[in-house]
């Protein structure tokens, strides 16, 4: 059982530094390429890739098309945050938005509670709030006046929507799983968030000039898929199973310091020692969770 939760815990702390890597490789390619063009082809390369390595299980038979409504509606979660957040970064700054996806932990929490019945303990409870308080010094720096100055506008309140939708995934997978094989699950529910997606982004798609988009982002594009998309997809179905979703989503705390780590990998710099305080607090937060057992 202890093997069990701690290979959960080793595919989320997998899942948190590929989803900070296509933070600090997205800030690359800037506005060379309409965000929902983006997300198109994201998902539409992920689906390629994972839909060759489902096929033999399709071929044999293992996976039977019942109920097709759940990868919709999974699919739906991730697509739906995707392109809000991209809506809310209209009128909102980055870091009021990461600061509100700290939520997504509590709110998996809540939903886990309705949906699954899984209650927190107050080891976990102490875990998310020290690891909430981590990931928010990351985000501002240690900068109080930061701090006092965040508000809640229109693009926040758009972010919220796609955050709750984004803390639905954890335990909607686990309760709606059936005996699919992970990766054929996985490449359904891809299917289904490329089907949400679509309708969006249709216009961007017909009126991008695709000759004038340079390799790199090409190149940032092709990680969004295969690691931020078709590997996260997996290792977070991987860990719904061996883990209650307020833990799964827990490890987004750690993204902030993640990018830190990817900041230095790129060349961009050491972190200050404020943000460190962060760090060291999303760690003592994760070795929380690890020793509590549910």
């Keep these: 059982m202890i093997a069990r939760e701690l290979s959960g815990h080793l595919a989320m702390m997998c899942f948190a530094a590929l989803v900070a890597g296509s933070f600090s490789f997205g800030a690359l390619i800037g506005d060379q390429l309409s965000p929902l063009v983006v997300t198109a082809f994201r998902f539409v390369l992920t689906a390629a890739l994972l839909g060759a390595l489902a096929w033999p299980a399709v071929r044999r038979g293992d996976w039977s098309f019942q109920t097709p409504w759940r990868y919709v509606v999974l699919g739906a979660s991730p697509a739906l945050y995707f392109m809000l957040m991209f809506e809310a970064l209209k009128t909102a700054a980055p870091v009021s938005l990461a600061v509100l996806f700290t939520l997504t932990p509590l709110v998996t929490g809540m939903f886990g509670y309705v ?19 981590g990931a928010v010094w990351v985000i501002f720096r240690g ?89 996260t997809f997996s290792l977070i179905q991987l860990a719904t199973l061996r883990l209650p979703s307020v833990k799964v989503m827990a490890h987004t705390y750690l993204i902030p310091s993640w990018v830190i780590v990817w900041q230095l990998v790129l060349g961009r710099g050491a972190p200050l020692a404020t943000e460190m305080i962060g760090v060291v607090m999303t760690v003592i937060a994760l070795g929380v969770l690890l020793k509590s057992q549910e």
């Design 115 to 133: 949906l699954l019945g899984q209650n927190v303990s107050r080891r976990v409870l102490l875990a998310l709030l020290i690891g909430g308080l």
């Design 143 to 231: 900068d109080l006046a930061q701090l006092l100055a965040f508000h809640i506008g229109r693009g926040e309140l758009i972010f919220l929507i796609g955050m709750v939708c984004y803390a639905l995934y954890a335990p909607l997978v686990r309760k709606l799983k059936r005996d699919e094989p992970q990766v054929v699950f996985t490449f359904a529910i891809t299917l289904g968030a490329l089907l949400v997606t679509l309708p969006f982004a249709l216009r961007d798609l017909v009126v991008t000039e695709y000759r004038a988009v340079p390799m790199q982002v090409w190149l940032v594009v092709g990680y969004l898929a295969v690691f931020a998309s078709a590997a």
